[in-house]
């Protein structure tokens, strides 16, 4: 039998159905996880056990002891008990389960008090807005569900069902994950939150991006994450005006643009969107550049930037080309005076000075 917990374990799995002694009635098949010391005496070799207990088994609600009777051992991992035993349920524990579930079946009770609830564990469920039958109590019991995950998602404004709570958990979304998205604004279902656990979108990332103002979907959070985006890159791209949309930062980090990047190109003078970015980027252009050249003097265009690292012209060659006593030089020119390997010192003859204001003013 495969254990139901799935938390690793050590141990035996115990399967057994049991009935009573005149034969009058019986329970369905029972299983139980058993820990090493909680078998009395490991045996190898099949046959009667006479007054030796085989079994010893102690829960929070029930006392278990099986001695006597014969073994028969299949093979060396599995062995089938034949004997007389004693079970007794604790008081506190058939207290609880009549006070929660009233009148249930010896099969249920002693099932769940073999899955190690106790009374208040049977109240708790019981508390629940939507509190489940004491066979939906097993089941969530077998996946692993506690009273105290179902009561932080109740009190948190979740009304899942029992089917809904196994899933979470078999899938490992922890209760206090969906308590906390819950706490950040955010409305989710079951499978919506398996699917940001199984994304590896955490509360707290979940929350940033919100802050940052780059989400409008549970897909961009889950695309944010996968690529690899981080709040603090989200949220400096958007103050810069650089990113409207999720999908405006993915590209940006897809071409690891940077902040320092978007923020040279802004103290050059140039306020880019995403698609500009991407433009200039697979261009060449280095921001930089850009804003050496816009110290410098030069007022170019984004097409003025594009084309002189269209042709790779040098930085280096067109500073030395700006010169204040002259006009500044177009893009195209300078380009055409790099591809004819004009040097700076030969266009100095051939450019025309600045004329100052009074001049321009004597010679109209």
Do not use: C, K
């Not at 009561?151 to 969906?178: C, K, T, W």
């Not at 380009?335 to 003859?349: C, D, E, G, K, S």
């Amino acid at each position: 039998a495969r254990n139901p917990n799935p938390q690793p374990t050590t141990g035996r799995i115990l399967h057994f159905r049991l009935r009573t002694r005149d034969g009058q009635r019986q329970t369905p098949t029972l299983l139980t996880h058993l820990t090493d010391d909680q078998v009395g005496r490991p045996r190898s070799r099949s046959g009667p056990l006479g007054d030796v207990a085989v079994l010893t088994l102690d829960q929070p609600g029930v006392s278990l002891a099986l001695t006597g009777g014969r073994l028969e051992r299949a093979n060396s991992s599995q062995a089938a008990y034949t004997g007389l035993g004693r079970i007794s349920f604790h008081h506190d524990f058939l207290r609880a389960a009549s006070r929660a579930y009233g009148q249930v079946s010896p099969a249920s009770l002693l099932q769940a008090a073999l899955l190690g609830l106790d009374a208040s564990e049977l109240l708790a469920f019981a508390a629940l807005p939507q509190p489940p039958t004491l066979e939906q109590v097993i089941q969530l019991a077998h996946a692993g569900v506690t009273a105290s995950d179902a009561q932080q998602l109740a009190s948190a404004g979740y009304a899942f069902g029992v089917d809904q709570l196994i899933e979470l958990r078999r899938q490992g979304v922890p209760a206090a994950d969906a308590v906390a998205f819950r706490q950040s604004g955010f409305v989710l279902g079951a499978q919506e939150l398996i699917q940001l656990h199984q994304a590896g979108v955490t509360p707290d990332y979940a929350a940033a991006m919100q802050q940052a103002g780059v989400i409008s979907n549970l897909a961009d959070l889950i695309d944010l994450r996968r690529a690899g985006v981080e709040p603090g890159y989200a949220s400096r791209m958007r103050a810069l005006d650089a990113a409207g949309t999720a999908q405006d930062l993915i590209r940006l980090h897809q071409r690891s643009i940077s902040v320092e990047t978007v923020s040279t190109f802004r103290d050059a003078g140039y306020r880019l969107q995403a698609d500009q970015l991407m433009l200039l980027d697979r261009a060449g252009v280095q921001a930089r550049d850009a804003l050496a050249l816009r110290r410098a003097g030069y007022s170019f265009t984004l097409g003025d930037l594009m084309e002189l690292a269209r042709w790779h012209v040098p930085v280096r060659f067109t500073l030395s080309l700006m010169d204040e006593r002259y006009e500044p030089l177009a893009a195209d020119q300078i380009v055409n005076l790099y591809l004819r390997r004009i040097t700076p010192q030969m266009v100095q003859a051939l450019r025309r000075p600045r004329q100052t204001p009074a001049v321009e003013a004597a010679s109209r």
